[in-house]
């Protein structure tokens, strides 16, 4: 299976990204390891794992500790070795939602109707990793389940509110 793994870590320069090969990896915290020496001394580490235009999940680590996890659908840890790393140990359903949000589609305009999320999916984790940053987990669950949107657009979409979304087009480029 094929994936796309792209840190972004922030430290009072700002943000740098950088493509994490994920290749013998043992577990969630070996991963957690590779998010780390991106930047050891990094404020904030974000990993975006996509992997074959399906699923996403994305790792926080912040001063290298706490590290969240959020995976996109919990049918990944059961299709591919990689996913039940990511996500295996994951409850059956996110956390920290808060139910009184609206999503809005992808395009943030107001007036846009969302359509339903996928029934199919399954999102797992800590849906609220990224609310402090902007990106609230009702927002995060909505696009992951915005019929049309692959992994990479809602990477694309999460990274743009948080202001890293050229540093992570330029790793895709190369």
Known sequence: ?????????RDESGWTAAEVNLRGAVDVDGVADRLRD???GADLSLLFVEAEDEYLVILRLDEGED???F????AYAEETQLGALLVGDLKASVTGLDETEEPRAA?????????????EADPVG?????ADLGVSGTKLVALCGHEGMLPA??????????????????????
């Open 67 to 69: 590290l969240r996890v």
């Open 126 to 130: 800590d849906a609220d990793l990224l």
């Open 107 to 119: 395009g943030g305009d107001p007036e846009s109707e969302q359509p339903a999320a996928d029934p």
């Open 1 to 9: 299976m094929s994936y796309f793994a792209a840190a972004v870590v």
């Open 38 to 40: 991106v930047d050891p």
């Open 153 to 174: 657009d809602v990477t694309t979409e999460a990274c743009m509110v948080l202001g890293c979304a050229d540093e992570v087009e330029e790793l895709r480029e190369v």
């Open 71 to 74: 995976g996109s659908d919990s």
